[in-house]
């Protein structure tokens, strides 16, 4: 069935870089969703795109949306130890009969 | 507005005893999700109650199974657990359903010894 692939799995990044993860499947998305779960907390709500081509910022953060409504990235600028935490995507599809499929998640560790 | 809440925090049994966990969702939201989440599988997808009717259900056997309140309240309850249900239960209300957006209550953290 309907699978989202997140990458990479694990991302240790020193204070001060940028990085980017990335969400793909193999089926057209009808929208996607970005959640960040701190450690011992539990996930919250980032930001949704819906429209092909969706560039969407908050603060450092930068969430695209591809032409082709498959894929999807999160690019974080001058990396904080406050970015620490799992980030994960949460795509709608036609498939999923009404819910969200998570990508396994991407362990962000900063190095001060 | 209140976030969501769910009882207990934790929570420790023994193979073979059942567990009844609660959550209580944002006021207004009438959709409630239950995930499970262990280090190995990720958020897994268990079920969604909108207005007391189970709407949505994923691959998990019938041990689990919830239920919704008139008050939108919901219950999950496990039976006879087995080791491999240790995780995390995280319940999220929305509006509209488990395909919109999530809002995560703090979880319950089951160990089954």
């Known amino acids: ?112 | 507005k209140a976030g969501v809440t769910q009882t207990p925090r934790y929570l420790i049994k023994t193979r073979g005893q059942q567990v009844t966990l609660s959550c209580s969702p944002i006021s207004g939201h009438r959709s409630v999700s239950w995930y499970q989440q262990t280090p190995g599988q990720g958020l897994q997808f268990l079920f969604e109650y909108f207005s007391e009717t189970q709407r949505n259900k994923g691959n998990f056997p019938g041990r689990f199974s919830g239920r919704q309140f008139s008050n939108s309240r919901s219950e999950m309850n496990v039976s006879t657990l087995e080791l491999g249900d240790s995780a995390l239960y995280l319940c999220a209300s929305s509006r509209g359903g488990a395909a919109d957006t999530q809002y995560f209550g703090p979880g319950t953290r089951l160990t089954v010894l």
């Open chain 1, 1 to 112: 069935g309907q699978q989202v692939m997140q990458i990479p799995q694990y991302q240790h990044v020193q204070e001060g870089e940028d990085f980017t993860t990335y969400c793909n499947s193999s089926t057209t998305l009808s929208n996607i969703q970005w959640y960040k779960q701190r450690p011992g907390g539990h996930p919250v709500f980032l930001i949704q795109l819906v429209k092909s081509g969706e560039v969407k910022k908050q603060k450092r953060l930068t969430f695209q949306f591809g032409e082709a409504k498959k894929n999807s990235s999160l690019h974080i600028t001058a990396t904080q130890t406050t970015d620490v935490g799992t980030y994960f995507c949460a795509a709608g599809t036609t498939d999923s009969w009404g819910k969200l499929q998570f990508g396994a998640g991407t362990q962000v560790v900063v190095t001060p």
